[in-house]
Every structure is written in structure tokens, then in C-alpha cells.
């Protein structure tokens, strides 16, 4: 299961040197995760201050239609505030 960034992130930059196959990067200003390089070391989660890195599966089974906006081709991917606010 990979993890997702969502849009509560506040860019503290914590998470990138946790992990250890670099696949948390900045598209578009925004700190996302690269779901074919994500292998759930989940180092990355102790340090976020404010728990904006979920597991992609619970994002993507959510029942109540939310979807995942691409922000470019690589398969990166971030959710609106009204999306994170039905997560949480």
C-alpha cells in the first residue's frame, strides 16, 4: 500500500529526508509521493506535524466518491480540502 500527501500538508519539508528511496518530491509546490516508488516504510508518517500522509487505499476505497486529482503525468497525486475534510 503506498501513501498519499494531502492538502493539509504545510510544506515543513520533514518528510522528504525520511525517505529512504526518495519518492516524496515537490510538483507544483506541493509535496507529493510517487505511488510506483512508495514501499511503505512509513518513516515518513512519525514526522509529519500534522498528519497529512494517509495510505492511498483508504483514499481510493472511500465510499463517498472522492477522487484523486493528478497534478502531473507520473501518477503523483494530492486531494482538495473539502476531500481531506471527509477523511479526517
Known amino acids: 500500500m503506498a501513501y498519499t500527501i494531502v492538502s493539509t500538508c504545510i510544506a ?3 518528510c522528504v529526508p525520511q525517505c529512504p ?3 516524496i518530491s515537490v510538483v507544483n509546490r506541493k509535496y507529493v509521493i510517487d505511488q510506483d516508488l512508495c514501499c511503505d ?3 515518513c508518517l512519525a514526522v509529519c506535524p500534522v ?3 494517509v495510505p492511498s487505499a483508504t483514499i481510493l476505497s472511500a ?3 472522492v477522487s484523486l486529482s493528478k497534478v502531473h503525468d ?3 497525486s494530492t486531494l482538495s480540502d473539502s476531500q481531506v475534510a471527509s477523511q479526517v
Request: charged share 30%; hydrophobic share 40%; proline share 0%.
Open 12 to 14: 515543513c519539508d520533514l
Open 63 to 65: 465510499s463517498d466518491g
Open 41 to 43: 516504510f512509513e518513516d
Open 51 to 53: 498528519n497529512a500522509i
Open 21 to 23: 528511496i526518495d519518492a
Open 74 to 76: 507520473s501518477g503523483m
